[in-house]
């Protein structure tokens, strides 16, 4: 049979200490060149995140236009009960997507998200054209 021998325990204080292996060199240093090359990737990429969430606007939405919103859950007054509301008047526009609009029946200013918002079209002068209908004359 086999007979396992014991190690002799090394005093205390001391560590043993093997050389490390002649192979783990190299790759030691591509572990710490791939951590170098993912740090500037993650560097870069965060660099063109930042400058493309920074300017973030909506075409169509700007300064004293007319814009509608639509209705949360829970309406700021009990009384309301379409699925839009509005008009607002758009009062300050913000660089990350936020707006600043003001209620044009008592004047409140406060702040939504810009991707709410939908443009006001009115028709202020509807012009309506008259014409006589008369009965058609038939031909034999």
């Known amino acids: 049979m086999y007979q ?8 205390p204080g001391l ?7 002649p192979q783990s060199q190299p790759q030691q240093t591509q572990l ?16 063109i ?6 300017a973030i606007v909506r075409p169509g939405n700007q300064v004293d236009n007319e ?4 209705q949360r859950r829970e309406p700021r007054v009990t009384s309301q009960v379409e699925k839009e509301i509005g008009p607002f008047l758009v009062h300050t526009v913000y660089s990350h997507g936020t707006f600043d609009i003001e209620n044009l029946k ?4 406060f702040r939504v998200n810009g991707q709410c918002l939908k443009l006001f079209l009115e028709l202020k ?6 014409m006589p209908l008369e009965d058609p004359v038939y031909r034999n």
């Open 125 to 130: 002068n509807l012009e309506v054209d008259i």
């Open 15 to 21: 560590q043993q200490h093997f050389p490390p292996h």
């Open 4 to 11: 396992f021998r014991p190690v002799p325990p090394t005093p």
């Open 106 to 109: 008592n004047g409140d200013v």
């Open 32 to 47: 710490s060149s791939l951590e170098e090359t993912l740090k500037a990737f993650m560097q870069t990429s965060n660099q």
């Open 49 to 54: 995140l930042q400058a493309n969430s920074q």
């Open 67 to 70: 814009v509608i919103e639509p």
